[in-house]
């Protein structure tokens, strides 16, 4: 049975969706949001509605706040609002209906990556994570990682070499450095065949931006990962085009040793699907993960 709740926070009203499963208080996973995907109709927030709360999982999930139905200014990068927002969503779910507070756990995907383990470290209410393609690379060198390896594989080594120049002197400009040399680079960037698979803004932000911008592309996750000291099930593709998978596996280990599950989809990308048909590998490791870890 699906329950519409809606979550007043700081301002805002988060629009959410409850799945319960039948029995006294079940335990729960709530889903935090990749960076494009800020409603809560996407297929993989969807198959966690599917497929939990008949495993014995409540699921909640939620439009991102200022996108969908949520109301307050927009959060995508603002990744301590959304970690604050996320807890308020555990908490106020856990009020509303039957849910046992010492299993409620996080799922998150891309940026919800970076998220779900931020709120971990803020509350002890997070019992556990579940983390699809969590970065562990700052979200500039993401980008300039990003940039250099679709650009190399569509274009070649130069112009690989070329899009992750654009992205090193965006984040110099960033840290203060000179604008007028970034805007020349992205005028010459525009006129080349690789501008797209830079993935760079079509506008440079002005000065004054630049604190905004570099709180959200110089976010240390590796930092965030050595606080984490809930049970953690990492979950990454082996043809992930927009992050550098074998670095993020080092981070995390480099963070939590032993102390993670990992499972690696073979033939899938950033999501573990083909194109929107999950994968029953990825659907198979959840189930049983969770299950594990919250005692069913």
Do not use: N
């Amino acid at each position: 049975m699906r329950t519409d709740l809606s979550i007043p926070v700081d301002g805002a009203v988060l629009a959410a969706t409850l799945s319960r499963p039948d029995g006294d208080h079940p335990p729960a996973v709530v889903a935090l949001h990749g960076a494009e995907r800020g409603i809560r109709d996407w297929y993989l927030y969807e198959h966690l509605h599917e497929v939990l709360p008949p495993a014995g999982i409540a699921v909640v999930t939620f439009d991102r706040r200022g996108d969908g139905e949520s109301t307050g200014d927009p959060s995508r990068g603002r990744f301590q609002q959304q970690a604050h927002d996320a807890l308020a969503v555990i908490e106020q779910a856990t009020r509303a209906v039957d849910l046992d507070p010492e299993r409620i756990g996080l799922w998150g995907i891309s940026q919800g990556g970076w998220v779900a383990p931020l709120a971990a470290t803020m509350s002890d209410r997070v019992a556990f994570l579940v983390l699809l393609a969590s970065c562990g690379v700052t979200p500039g060198e993401q980008m300039r990682w990003t940039a250099g390896f679709q650009t190399r594989r569509a274009f070649g080594e130069e112009a690989g070499a070329d899009a992750e120049r654009l992205w090193e002197t965006a984040l110099d400009w960033m840290r203060g450095g000179d604008r007028d040399k970034l805007e020349t680079a992205v005028a010459d960037a525009k006129a080349k065949p690789w501008w797209k698979t830079a993935w760079f803004p079509e506008d440079v932000p002005p000065d004054e931006a630049r604190g905004e911008v570099r709180e959200e592309l110089d976010f240390d996750p590796t930092a965030v990962f050595a606080r984490v000291r809930v049970p953690t099930l990492l979950v990454y593709g082996d043809e992930d085009e927009w992050i550098p998978v074998d670095e993020s596996l080092s981070a995390w280990r480099d963070a939590r040793g032993e102390e993670i599950d990992i499972v690696m989809v073979l033939g899938t990308g950033h999501e573990p699907a083909h194109g929107e048909e999950v994968s029953p590998e990825y659907e198979e490791s959840l189930e049983t993960w969770l299950r594990a870890t919250t005692g069913l």
